[in-house]
């Protein structure tokens, strides 16, 4: 499709009408948001081709059904139930070399797309070096290769995250210097031994925090030498979480960063974390990061964007100010919980934020290891299943993992973000709109305790009173927990004073 033919008049439906757009990532939280929208709001396009693996058993049809029985395509089932045959399956692996495509469904790709999204990462943290560069880095680079193959290009975004850049305290929409060669570093990674490489992990991230980060800098490098021949972008969201309002207000599918966390201390589970208690984390309604994209491609469909054009940078992140920090995060979540208590709540809802390590340490024997080991026990002897220990390990794996981004603070621009808005017609403005600044967070952080109440932890609103006794229950016996602990230890006090 030439550049030329595109009218920057036409609406945004009109400008996705007859367009085979190649997608990965389809299975993850923003793949499968992005689906939705694009098959309700933009009936006529062509096709959706969605890179899959055969996985646990099912074949990749299955993972397809599987996949849209979620209620995220209830609102599409009913205005739009036809548009489901538009998605094909191709299978592939993006930790594979060509990102493990069979000939015949590569040149399907070449011959038909003209927008690529490549929004596949493995997003933990922990990866080995080896398989985050493969995964990560190798893939961006075939997947450019076959963007430079396909007939009818006009544009590929690159998901990458705001984070790439941690050295920078004010993050800007701009490419920056790479921090190794992506080259160089594909090749060690596809030739030297895991355990050889494990061990020179630490000397090749430097001042990096983790491989995930490490591996999609690279992969931004990959985008910034393509984009000399290609339509390029690069849309960096910061922490997704929940829906803001659409298809769905709440809607979460994954206990990923922060999330999971905010969710254990509702149940509380989370009674000490090693943060701060003051700088705000930027989360990003993942419905604005899609219409972010969708804008994106858009722009890279104008006329007055060629291939010669700087590579599209833009940080999808909510305004510097708008944000609160993560205690404020938490507490308006546990004051919500009051009304809208999560089922089976064990302890009354309430961290303590500290970012002293000896004091993290302490407290989180006392108040998560002893009483997670004690619980188990009663359990074993119940003949149950001990389970809480290892949930209190995989606690601390994870606010050690995430303690860098929980303890420093980072500033992102805007500008390109906010000039997006500028292309929506007036008469899609609310559908594509990616605005945050009336954002209600009181009602934001509502809907989100509802969401994941119904879509993460499956749990049913009509049982809400049967949580609210129990979560009554709970707060009698902690308040009488804690009414003993301080009787004894008054008493032991007074008992070493005058004796």
């Known amino acids: 499709m030439d550049n030329n033919t595109i009218d920057p008049a036409k609406s945004i439906p009109t400008f996705y009408a007859g367009q085979s757009i190649f997608l990965t990532g389809a299975t993850g939280f923003l793949g499968k948001v992005f689906i939705e929208k694009i098959l309700r709001t933009c009936p006529d396009i062509r096709e959706i081709f969605i890179l899959m693996r055969p996985k646990k058993g099912l074949s990749l049809n299955e993972r397809l059904d599987k996949m849209l029985n979620l209620p995220l395509y209830d609102k599409l089932r009913e205005e739009q139930p036809k548009n489901f045959k538009k998605l094909i399956v191709v299978s592939g692996d993006t930790s594979q070399e060509n990102l493990g495509l069979s000939a015949v469904d590569r040149q399907m790709l070449i011959e038909r797309v003209t927008i690529i999204i490549h929004n596949a990462a493995s997003v ?3 990866d080995s070096l080896k398989y985050a560069i493969l995964t990560n880095t190798r893939s961006t680079r075939d997947i450019c290769i076959l963007a430079e193959s396909t007939k009818n290009l006009i544009a590929l975004v690159y998901v990458s995250t705001a984070y790439a850049h941690l050295d920078n305290p004010f993050i800007e929409e701009k490419i920056y210097s790479p921090i190794a060669d992506w080259r160089e570093m594909i090749k060690v990674a596809e030739t030297l031994d895991e355990h050889i490489l494990n061990v020179f992990t630490a000397k090749c991230l430097d001042n990096i925090p983790n491989t995930y980060i490490f591996s999609k800098n690279l992969a931004e490098s990959v985008i910034q030498e393509y984009s000399s021949s290609l339509p390029c972008a690069i ?12 298809p769905i207000p709440g809607w979460i599918d994954n206990f990923n960063g922060p999330t999971g966390l905010i969710y254990l201390g509702c149940k509380g589970l989370l009674r000490v974390i090693y943060a701060s208690n003051y700088i705000p984390p930027n989360h990003i309604p993942v419905d604005t990061v899609i219409n972010t994209i969708i804008l ?18 833009v940080n999808c992140t909510t305004p510097n100010g708008k944000n609160i920090s993560f205690q404020e995060f938490c507490n308006r979540g546990y004051k919500i919980t009051e009304k809208i208590p999560l089922e089976g709540i064990l302890w009354t809802p309430n961290t303590l934020f500290t970012e002293s390590v000896t004091m993290y340490y302490v407290l989180a024997i ?4 002893l009483p997670a080991i004690i619980i188990d026990l009663i359990l074993k002897l119940l003949r149950r299943q001990p389970m809480l220990l290892e949930l209190q390990r995989k606690i601390y794996v994870s606010n050690r993992a995430l303690q860098h981004f929980m303890c420093n603070d980072w500033k992102f621009d805007n500008t390109n973000s906010q000039n997006l808005m500028s292309l929506i017609p007036s008469d899609s403005r609310e559908m594509f709109s990616i605005d945050l600044s009336d954002m209600d967070y009181t009602k934001y952080s509502r809907n989100a305790i509802i969401g994941g109440k119904k879509y993460l932890l499956h749990e049913d609103m009509n049982r809400l009173n049967a949580a609210k006794a129990h979560r009554k229950r709970v707060n009698l016996f902690v308040a009488t927990f804690k009414t003993i602990v301080t009787i004894g230890m008054l008493w032991m006090i007074y008992k070493w004073i005058c004796f």
Not at 300 to 313: A, D, I, K, M, N
Not at 366 to 369: D, E, F, G, R
């Open 235 to 246: 849309v960096r969201p910061s922490i997704v979480v929940s829906s803001l309002k659409d």
């Open 296 to 313: 994106v491609i858009r722009k890279l469909g104008l006329p007055t964007f060629t291939s010669e054009s700087t590579c599209l940078v």
């Open 124 to 126: 933990r943290f922990n």
């Open 366 to 369: 006392l108040w998560h290891i």
